[in-house]
């Protein structure tokens, strides 16, 4: 693995972002642009990009690994509340941020920069063995995420939103994969060109969020600098101690802790802003644990891959 290859993906990420902030500073696009622009990725990109990396499978994949990765991912999705818990006592979180930190935690950037960089690292292959394990991100994300992220608890539930796009082209991604069905080459291009799409546009939605937000006091939350070390640094090394011993597999054992080593996902922006939680301290979240991915995740992958 070419150690560049990973730090000029971070960089070139991080870069769009920037241009996102510049656009929306200097009124080029406003606000309303940025939501409507996370409602189209969330929509139509990112699930055509789940769909395509159905043909970027070899057709000799073990299915054992695919198994295996339903499994972690279930596991991970179990174990995490609690560890999340954990950390909002160990780095002193206030009682009512302490939901929106344990969001932050358990839901990372899976779908948005996890899979452009995990395709980069590990080839286009990989995108499919992420599929399975962003299906599991939608599951729990829109029935334990919306509880905490919303004041109503389980009140805010309901089964629309659970059915999200992303939630049935995961399910149909893994379906196409199980009965061996290819789409035209067409068809399945032209999925795969609109699906490319989605890194960038992500990254624009989040500096499009940031520019509503002093620069200075991105810097100034100063819990959030333990929290980058422990969910982006201490996490990925401890969950590789442990599941070396599950994962027998080089290949998927990378995916997996590149995936948990991955930034806050942006819909910690997008359900903040939904339920009306705290969203300035969830673009900070987003932002500097973005920016110090650039160093964590190829640090990640040079010293445990």
């Known amino acids: 693995m070419d150690i560049m290859v990973v730090i000029r993906q ?9 241009l996102g902030y510049i656009s929306a500073k200097r009124k080029i696009v406003s606000q309303e642009f940025g939501t409507q622009l996370s409602k189209f990725i969330l929509s139509i990109t990112l699930p055509c990009m789940m769909i395509a990396s159905v043909a970027t499978m070899p057709h000799d994949a073990d299915k054992k690994d695919i198994v295996m990765m339903f499994f972690i991912s279930i596991l991970f999705y179990i174990v995490m509340p609690f560890i999340a818990y954990l950390i909002t006592r160990i780095i002193f979180v206030k009682k009512e941020e302490r939901n929106l930190y344990m969001y932050m935690t358990i839901w990372s950037n899976v779908g948005f920069m996890g899979f452009p960089v ?5 080839g286009e292959g990989a995108i499919f063995y992420a599929t399975i394990f962003n299906l599991i991100f939608n599951l729990s994300n829109f029935t334990l995420g919306i509880m905490l992220m919303s004041n109503e608890g389980r009140k805010a539930l309901n089964i629309k939103a659970f059915l999200s796009p992303g939630t049935i082209s995961s399910i149909i991604a893994v379906i196409m994969f199980a009965v061996n069905l290819q789409l035209p080459v067409l068809l399945n291009d032209t999925l795969d060109t609109v699906g490319s799409t989605t890194a960038p546009l992500a990254m624009i939605v989040i500096g499009i969020a940031l520019s509503e937000i002093p620069v200075r006091s991105v810097f100034t939350e100063l819990r959030l600098y333990p929290y980058v070390i422990i969910k982006q640094l201490l996490l990925p090394l401890f969950s590789w101690l442990i599941l070396r011993y599950i994962i027998t597999s080089p290949y998927l054992l990378g995916i997996v802790i590149v995936i948990i080593a991955m930034p806050v996902g942006t819909s910690a922006v997008l359900f903040a802003n939904r339920f009306e939680n705290n969203v300035e301290l969830a673009t900070k979240g987003v932002f500097i644990t973005t920016l110090a991915s ?3 995740i190829p640090l990640i992958s040079y010293l445990l891959l």
Do not use: D
């Open 10 to 18: 971070m960089l070139e990420l991080f870069l769009i972002l920037t």
């Open 118 to 122: 995990i395709a980069s690292i590990f």
């Open 294 to 296: 650039i160093v964590t």
